[in-house]
């Protein structure tokens, strides 16, 4: 059984930065590709950043420039660095991965940006 445990969320004042961690646990093979989401309080949850086997990436535009997203396929791992952190990015941050076809979740972290 596939598990994602999530670290690293918590309350950061406007302008700071987190690094959000996600390892995936269980008999996994061929992950194609891992990314993190967020769902903000009253929203849909929206695709922040995914990172390809190849380790392509993508962003949403609104953490481009801000956000880096990076894996390490020897730990099943997957990193979301936050710089220049603003109130908008408040919302509890999902990791995600795809392998074989199947979506996996971890439980989600929260994320609060104070003004």
């Known amino acids: 059984q596939v598990q994602l445990v999530e670290s690293g969320g918590g309350l950061v004042q406007a302008g700071g930065s987190l690094r959000l961690s996600c390892a995936a646990s269980?008999?996994?093979?061929?992950?194609?590709?891992m990314g993190w989401y967020r769902q903000a309080p009253g929203k849909q949850r929206e695709l922040v950043a995914t990172?390809?086997?190849?380790?392509?990436?993508n962003y949403v535009d609104s953490v481009k420039g801000r956000f880096t997203i990076s894996r390490d396929n020897a730990k099943n791992t997957v990193y979301l660095q936050m710089n220049s952190l603003k109130p908008e990015d408040t919302a509890v941050y999902y990791c995600?991965?795809?392998?074989?076809?199947?979506?996996?979740w971890g439980q989600g972290t929260q994320v609060t940006v104070s003004s």
């Open positions: 990172i390809t086997s190849t380790s392509s990436t």
């Open positions: 269980g008999t996994i093979f061929n992950i194609n590709v």
């Open positions: 995600n991965l795809n392998a074989e076809g199947l979506d996996y």
